[in-house]
């Protein structure tokens, strides 16, 4: 009998599952959406309950009675960095707070870059504090809801919520404690205990293991809600961009993922780096594998935004009409901060800019504009990872905007950078089911189930002009950034 492994991946927007042997062919998948919670402005909840729970126990009651017998392990990964504070019970207390698109904690940023200086912070824990980091929002919830502080016995992310509800084990990964700055050490792997002290005090802190080690067995009690078997291994997870990197075989220093979705997110693989203060330098998935990251706020959001606006259109006939409109969009420059930006500029009050319009412009070159704007964001992010590390050695594409060959063709002529695309493309879910076919020892540590399918290679012919539209994008932000902070004034003022 064929052993099978369980992957699940909480997303953004969906949970996804998949069965697949120790080989890697896929048996099975699962997918349920769900939504995010949007309370205020700047804030972005998930009700850990409803969605990573609900979501986990709905797709392993489909998919492990395909498996019977032959389901060996489990292993799930997750939305992260994030946060959500739980009672003894493992009762959240409050909606989790989810990555860098919750903006909340910016003032208490500012008051530990005060405390303990930005360059202290950067050489210690690999990376500046931005929207995406955990230290700040711990800060902010003790600060502002003190009666929940005081009855949190724990905090977790999705994986390692998820993980002690099958075990009743709590335990973290090192890639996602790497993210929780100022709170782990980059230098000694490990949590910064005195930071934790300063910062988070009172709240035990989980135990750390490397992604794919196992953690535990799934619990009577758990077998009981999701009907996946009792004793059965369950592999720590990780935070799902890196889950994904590790099954699209982004392993080798400078290997670039580069995932398409609502945000874009990048991983580099990297034999060393200098901590740069626009990047994430963080622990990898396996020892002694370090990475670069870093993510921009808005880009599949914004094409779909962009849908609504123009009354929906099917989106065959509105990429049929961008792609006639000439590379440069007909002289329309787009900056895709609509829910402000993190790399390269971390500036959470940035915002949209459409420049250039007349009336002689349509749907069509909005469309293509947006998608010439988030390119020159992805150039930028490129152009960083060679200054902090160096060149990309290999670029791979992976993410559901992958299947807008426009969408891809034109990152690929604005970098200059070919792309590979793997023949399966199963998202981080497929990189949970590796990592817990390696914890379990069912294959070798260094196992890779990715193979290329489509090379997309830029088009020469728009090379010139796309290198003037790159120039003006970054001339764009500095240009403009003054009135947009005013007009997010205004915004703020209205409650918006």
């Not at 309370?39 to 009700?47: I, M």
């Not at 020892?441 to 196992?447: A, E, K, M, S």
């Amino acid at each position: 009998m064929d052993e099978l492994l369980l992957g699940i991946d909480i997303g953004s927007s969906s949970t996804r599952g998949v069965l697949a042997r120790a080989d890697g062919t896929p048996v099975a998948q699962a997918e349920r959406r769900h939504g995010l919670s949007l309370p205020r402005p700047g804030w972005v909840e998930h009700d850990a309950e409803k969605v990573w729970w609900r979501d986990l126990c709905s797709i392993a009651r489909e998919l492990a009675p395909r498996a019977g017998a032959a389901l060996k392990a489990v292993c799930v990964s997750g939305i992260g960095p994030c946060v959500v504070l739980c009672d003894a019970e493992l009762r959240p207390l409050r909606p989790a707070i989810l990555y860098g698109i919750d903006t909340r904690a910016h003032e208490e940023i500012a008051e530990l870059e005060e405390r303990y200086g930005i360059d202290a912070l950067l050489a210690r824990g690999g990376s500046a504090l931005s929207s995406q980091a955990i230290g700040p929002k711990m800060l902010w919830l003790r600060r502002h809801e003190p009666e929940l502080w005081e009855c949190t016995t724990g905090w977790y992310m999705a994986s390692s919520f998820v993980a002690a509800r099958l075990t009743g084990e709590y335990v973290l990964d090192h890639h996602s404690a790497s993210q929780c700055d100022p709170l782990y050490d980059m230098q000694s792997v490990a949590w910064a205990d005195d930071m934790i002290e300063e910062i988070a005090p009172g709240v035990p802190f989980p135990r750390l293991t490397w992604p794919g080690e196992t953690v535990g067995a799934v619990t009577a009690a758990a077998a009981g809600e999701t009907g996946l078997p009792e004793g059965i291994a369950v592999a720590n997870g990780t935070v799902d961009a890196w889950a994904e990197a590790f099954s699209a075989g982004v392993r080798r220093p400078g290997e670039v993922m580069v995932m398409y979705g609502t945000t874009m997110f990048f991983v580099q693989a990297v034999a060393r780096a200098t901590p740069h203060r626009s990047l994430w330098f963080t622990q990898g998935i396996q020892p002694g594998a370090p990475t670069l990251a870093a993510g921009m706020s808005t880009s599949g959001a914004l094409t779909e935004w962009l849908r609504d606006l123009v009354g929906r259109p099917a989106w065959d006939e509105l990429l049929e009409e961008s792609r006639q409109v000439p590379a440069g969009s007909r002289g329309l420059l787009l900056l895709p901060y609509f829910e402000g930006e993190r790399t390269p500029i971390y500036d959470h009050n940035a915002r949209g800019t459409v420049t250039g319009l007349t009336l002689s412009h349509g749907r069509a070159e909005l469309l293509r504009a947006s998608y010439e704007g988030i390119a020159c964001g992805v150039r930028q992010v490129l152009d960083t990872f060679t200054a902090a590390a160096s060149p990309a050695s290999r670029v791979v594409a992976i993410g559901g905007g992958t299947r807008s060959s426009l969408w891809t063709q034109i990152v690929s002529d604005v970098t200059g950078a070919e792309q590979h695309m793997p023949e399966v493309t199963l998202g981080a879910s497929y990189g949970d089911a590796l990592l817990a076919a390696i914890g379990t020892g069912l294959v070798p540590p260094d196992t890779d189930w990715s193979n290329t399918g489509e090379i997309v290679r830029p088009d020469a012919e728009n090379a010139e002009v796309y290198e003037e539209v790159f120039q003006l994008y970054g001339e764009l932000y500095p240009a403009t950034k003054d009135i947009v902070h005013r007009l997010v004034a205004l915004q703020q003022r209205d409650g918006r």
